[in-house]
C-alpha cells in the first residue's frame, strides 16, 4: 500500500463527516428560525377554515341541542338515519341530480371542447366566449333567467328544471378543464393514428378520449361538487316535491339549527374524504397511462 492509496482512504472516510456537519449546521440554523410572516399567515388561514368544521364535529355528539355541552350522546346520529324520511329524500334528490347533471355536462362540455380545439370555423371565438358566461354571471341572474325562461315555455319547475339549470352552469367548468388538457396535446399522436389507419371516430375515441381523462374526470368531479352545493339557482327552478338538501337545510335552520344537520355534515364530510383519497388514486393512475 503506497502513500497515495493511504492519503485518499483518509479523504474519502473524512467526507461523510463533513457533510453531516454541514447539514447539522443547516438543520441547527433552520430550528433556531422564527417563523416567517407567510408561515404565521398560511397557519392563521388554516385554523380560520378547519375551527368550525372542529366545533361541528364535537357538537354534533353533543346531548342536547343548545350550545351548552351536556354530554357524549349518539342521539343525533339516530334521528339522522331513522328518524329523518325527509332529509334523506332531499338528500338523494340532490345526489341523482349532480350525477346526471355532471354526466350530461361532461359529455357536452368535453366533445364541445375537443371540436372547439380541432376545427377552425366562424363562430368559434364566439362559442368560446359565450360558454364562459354562466360561470361569471352572478347566480342569482342566472336563476331568474332559467326560472322566467321555464315560466315562458310552461315548463313545470321540478326536478327537471333543477337538472337543466344545474347542466347549464355546469358545462363552462368541464369545458375549461377539457381545453386546459387539450392545450398540452401532442398533435403528433393524431397523424400517427391517421397513418396507422384510424378514422376520425376512431381517432377520437381511441387516442383523443383517453388522453384528455383526467380533464374530463376533472370536469366531472367538480360538477358533482358544484351542483350539490348550489343553493340559488336550484331555489329559483325548484318546485313542489323537488327540494334539494340545501333547500332543506335552508329551511331548517330558520327554525334553529338542529344537531342533526351536524350529524349529516359529518357523514358527509367523511365520505368526501374517502371518495376523493380514491379518486386521487384513480386520477393518478389514469395520467400515468
Known sequence: MNIRTIVHGIITSLRPNVLQSEAGRHARRSMHKQFSFSEMIF??????????????????????KGMN?????????????????DLWRSFWNSAFIALSSAGTATVIGAFGAIGVNWYRFRLRNYVQTISFLPMILPEIIIGVSLSVFFAGIKLQLGLLTIF?????????????????????????????????????????????????????????????TISLEDFVITYFVAGPGSSTLPIYIYSAIRFGVSPVINAL???MVLGTVFLTYLLRNFLKYIAAK
Do not use: K
Request: charged share 10%.
Open 43 to 64: 397557519i392563521a388561514a388554516i385554523v380560520f377554515l378547519f375551527l368550525p368544521l372542529f366545533v361541528l364535529v364535537i357538537y354534533s355528539f353533543n346531548e342536547s
Open 69 to 85: 355541552w351536556t354530554g357524549f350522546s349518539l342521539v343525533w346520529y339516530e334521528q339522522l338515519f331513522f328518524h329523518s324520511r
Open 164 to 224: 337543466i339549470a344545474h347542466t347549464t352552469f355546469n358545462l363552462p367548468f368541464v369545458f375549461l378543464m377539457v381545453m386546459a388538457r387539450l392545450d398540452e396535446f401532442d398533435f403528433s399522436i393524431i397523424e400517427a393514428a391517421n397513418d396507422l389507419g384510424a378514422d376520425e371516430w376512431q381517432t377520437l375515441l381511441r387516442v383523443t378520449v383517453p388522453i384528455c381523462m383526467p380533464g374530463i374526470v376533472s370536469g366531472f368531479l367538480t360538477a358533482v
Open 265 to 267: 355534515s359529518v357523514v
